[in-house]
């Protein structure tokens, strides 16, 4: 996702880079002892601030896709593709 969206000009690598290392920063002043376990979140979170930073998304709206995604997965049986729906949106 982050290589499409550096691809239609939305940031920079030297914006993401800089996202990813402020996020990384944050999460060990905040006690994350970067031991590699949690360095899809840092990645996912440095993303999504970038796409909100940019006006490219909201987080509001990031937050809702990411609990209709996990909606969706508890309901898809292992194995099977996870497919949103209208219902995963609903609260």
Known sequence: MA???H???LFTWSEWAR???L???TAQAAGDPDL???YYHHWLAALERIVAAKGASSIAELLDHRRAWSHA???TP???P???QPLDFQR
Request: net charge negative; proline share 0%; hydrophobic share 50%.
């Open 73 to 75: 997965a508890e309901r």
């Open 78 to 80: 292992h194995g099977q």
């Open 3 to 5: 290589v499409a969206l």
């Open 82 to 84: 996870i497919e949103l």
């Open 23 to 25: 996020q990384i920063a």
């Open 19 to 21: 996202a990813l290392a």
């Open 7 to 9: 691809e239609r000009g």
């Open 36 to 38: 590699g376990a949690t």
